[in-house]
Nanobody
Framework: QVQLVESGGGLVRAGGSLRLSCAAS????????MGWFRQATGKEREFVTA???????????YYADSVKGRFTISRDNAKNTVYLQMNSLKPEDTAVYYC?????????????????WGQGTQVTVSS
C-alpha cells in the first residue's frame, strides 16, 4: 500500500532550476532512506542522492559526483515528503527521475536496496 507521488518535473533551460517533490503514504517512517534516481534514454538507472528519514540524523546525505554542489535533497518528516532542489541544470541532467524508499541509508546508491518506487517524472533540460 506504500505509494510515492512525485511532482515538479518539466522542461527547463540550461542553468535553470526545478524542485521535485515526492510524498510518501501508506506507512510510517523512522530510519528508512529516501532516495532519488534518474534514468536517461538508453542508459541504466543511476543514483542521484539519498537522505535518511531518521530525524536525529542530519548528516546522512549522499550525492552522486555528477550532481554534487548543484542538487540538494531535503525532507519534511511531518509531511512525509522528500524534495530534490535542482539548480544549474545541464542538458545531461535530462532523464526520468524516480524517488524511492528503502529500509536504511546503507547501500543507498543501489537500486536493489529500495523497496518502493515512485512513478517517475520527466525532467528535460534544453541547451
Amino acid at each position: 500500500q506504500v505509494q510515492l507521488v512525485e511532482s515538479g518535473g518539466g522542461l527547463v533551460r540550461a542553468g535553470g532550476s526545478l524542485r521535485l517533490s515526492c510524498a510518501a503514504s501508506g506507512r510510517a517512517f523512522s530510519s528508512s532512506a529516501m532516495g532519488w534516481f534518474r534514468q536517461a534514454t538508453g542508459k541504466e538507472r543511476e543514483f542521484v542522492t539519498a537522505i535518511s528519514w531518521d530525524p536525529s540524523r542530519t548528516d546522512y546525505l549522499y550525492y552522486a559526483d555528477s550532481v554534487k554542489g548543484r542538487f540538494t535533497i531535503s525532507r519534511d518528516n511531518a509531511k512525509n515528503t522528500v524534495y530534490l532542489q535542482m539548480n544549474s541544470l545541464k542538458p545531461e541532467d535530462t532523464a526520468v527521475y524516480y524517488c524511492a524508499v528503502g529500509p536504511s541509508i546503507g547501500d543507498c546508491d543501489s537500486t536493489a536496496h529500495y523497496e518502493h518506487w515512485g512513478q517517475g517524472t520527466q525532467v528535460t533540460v534544453s541547451s
